[in-house]
Structures are given as structure tokens and as C-alpha cells.
């Protein structure tokens, strides 16, 4: 058997190969760019060939470094997995969970104490992440998350196309407008029928992400003219229009889900019936190897009966 490399300049390259960049590979494994460099010329010597193309401003993988970057990052994972298999016999069950702070805050941990309950020997890691408030929908930065950051289940708005992951769907979304329960009610101008909203301040969530609704569009589809759908107020998160909300500064459109904790307590309402149909949807997603997880597996399947809770509930109501 020939004598493997050392497993460190085999990570320097897997990096280097992923990012096409010295300098990323440096920046992910907070090494110098200099220190990449050394390790990828210690490898390419101990192998006998080259692994890249250098360019004046870039870098190509040679054939050799295209046929074994696949089987190598499986390699990786791999290891990944056997580490995390020998920690599941040394500590505390655990679960890390990685999502957007809106929904952490507004879906998950009002009702995480259900899970808790049931399950008191798991102990749940939160993780509010920003980043997964993104235009680009694709597993390509999940990688990361996943394997830097430990992440065992990634909650995310998207279309659900994140190929390499087992994804669930958790529910489908809609768009509605969100106010205090004083401003369709009292007031000079109460909230009863959409044109109403031509007396109301508009409250915008301008964060840049795909399949984000907007005013216009919901009036279009309620089919209300004369109204700027640009006015207003606008906001860089949605945790700030929701509030605005609440605070009676105007009439907010946001996704239903992020809303109905507040809906809930009296603090928002919804004043027309209409609702928009957002394109893309929540989605759970984890790595295919952790299905051997337990506690992985029994968060999923809790969060999964609690939005098909949250369906039969939604449905019952607008029965009655």
C-alpha cells in the first residue's frame, strides 16, 4: 500500500480545490495564504505531480486533481461521521440547529419547550444565521455550515433544491398584511377592505432574499389601484416590521408563519382574508449520513408533526 500524505495537506487541498482560491482556503481554515501555498507544494512533491493549473490571476485543477477531488471529499465526510459516531458515546445527546433569526425567534422557540419536554435528554443548540437570509438558493454554502460550524439541521426558506441533503418540506407559505388589532378596528380609518390601506402607513421588509413578498404585488393581486406601494417605512429585517406592527406604525406584510406567535397573543391581526402564495417554501435539511442520528431523527420528526399541527389547526379554523 502506497504511503498516504499527511491528512492536513490533503484538507488544504480539498479546501483550495472547493474554493478554486489560496486565499479562500486560507480565510476558511484561518491559516495564511503563505501557509496553503507550502501545503500544497509539500503534496504536490510527495505525489510526483501537479495538482494545479496556476494562472496569472487564478487557478485550474489539473485532470489528476478533477478524479480525485470527489472521492477524496467523500473521504472527509466520511471521517466526519466516524468522529461524530465516537462522540455520541462520550457526550450529552445534542442537536445544533442553524436558521434565520426571524423564524428561530418568531416559530421555533416559542413552542421549543414541547420538544424539550418530551425529549429532556437531548440539549438543543439555537443558531440565528443571517447568511441564510440569501439571494442564492443552493446547497453550495451549506457545505460549511454543516461541516466548520457542526450544524446537524438547517431550516431554511428556499426553493428546495439543495442536492447531496435529505430535505423535508415543512410547510407551504403565504404573505399577508399584519397590523395592530386597533387599526382595523379603531381609528379614523379603520382597516375593513384593502383600499383602506391608501390612509395607513406601508411597512416594508426589504431584506434581499429570493421569493421575498412585496406590497406591490399583494395590492395587485387584491386589486387595488391608486396606492404608492413603494411608501412608507422600510426596514432591513423582518423582526423590525413585525414590531413596527405591533407598535401601530402601519400595516406590515410578512410571511403568516413569522406572524402567527403575535396573532396569537392579541399583539397582531390579519385584516383581510386575502393571502398571497409565496413560490418557495421552509424546508428542513441535514446531511444524508446523519440519518443514523437519533437525536437528529427526533427533532425532524417533532418540528415536522408540529407544522402538520399547525396545518390541521389553520384548516379547522377556517371551517368554523
Known amino acids: 500500500m502506497a504511503q498516504l500524505p499527511p491528512l492536513n495537506s490533503l484538507r ?73 459516531l465516537m462522540r455520541r458515546y462520550t457526550e450529552h445527546a445534542s442537536v445544533n440547529v442553524c436558521m434565520a433569526p426571524s423564524f428561530a425567534a418568531k416559530w421555533l422557540v416559542p413552542r421549543l419547550h414541547r420538544f424539550s419536554g418530551t425529549h429532556p435528554d437531548i440539549d438543543m443548540q439555537i443558531t440565528g444565521d443571517d447568511t ?18 457542526k450544524i446537524d439541521v438547517i431550516i431554511r426558506f428556499g426553493s428546495g433544491n439543495y442536492p447531496g441533503y435529505r430535505v423535508d418540506k415543512l410547510f407551504d407559505v403565504s404573505a399577508v398584511p399584519l397590523c395592530s388589532p386597533k387599526l382595523k378596528s379603531e381609528g379614523e380609518h379603520p382597516l375593513k377592505k384593502p383600499s383602506d390601506l391608501q390612509f395607513h402607513t406601508l411597512l416594508h421588509d426589504d431584506t434581499g432574499y429570493t421569493g421575498r413578498p412585496s406590497w406591490a404585488n399583494w395590492l395587485e393581486l387584491a386589486g387595488v389601484e391608486g396606492i404608492d406601494a413603494k ?28 406572524a402567527q406567535y403575535d396573532i396569537d397573543a392579541g399583539r397582531l391581526c390579519i385584516p383581510f382574508d386575502l393571502k398571497m402564495p409565496l413560490e418557495n417554501s421552509y424546508h428542513v435539511i ?3 449520513q446523519e440519518s443514523g442520528n437519533e437525536s437528529v431523527e427526533a427533532f425532524v420528526s417533532w418540528i415536522l408533526e408540529e407544522a402538520k399541527n399547525d396545518k390541521t389547526k389553520s384548516s379547522d379554523e377556517a371551517k368554523s
Open 12 to 84: 488544504v487541498f480539498e479546501s483550495a480545490a472547493r474554493h478554486l482560491s489560496f486565499s479562500k482556503a486560507a480565510d476558511e481554515l484561518f491559516v495564511t495564504k503563505a501557509a496553503v501555498s507550502h501545503q500544497i507544494k509539500a503534496l504536490e512533491d510527495h505525489l510526483g505531480f501537479p495538482l494545479f493549473d496556476r494562472k496569472n490571476r487564478a487557478i485550474e485543477l489539473t485532470e489528476a486533481a478533477k478524479v480525485a477531488l470527489p472521492k477524496l471529499r467523500e473521504a472527509f465526510s466520511t471521517l466526519s461521521e466516524a468522529v461524530q
Open 132 to 149: 441564510l437570509i440569501s439571494s442564492r438558493d443552493s446547497s453550495s454554502n451549506m457545505d460549511d455550515w454543516f461541516r466548520n460550524d
Open 231 to 258: 411608501r412608507g417605512l422600510h426596514f432591513n429585517h423582518v423582526l423590525l416590521v413585525l414590531g413596527g406592527a405591533i407598535d401601530e406604525q402601519g400595516v406590515g406584510l410578512s410571511m403568516e408563519p413569522l
Open 286 to 288: 441535514r446531511p444524508e
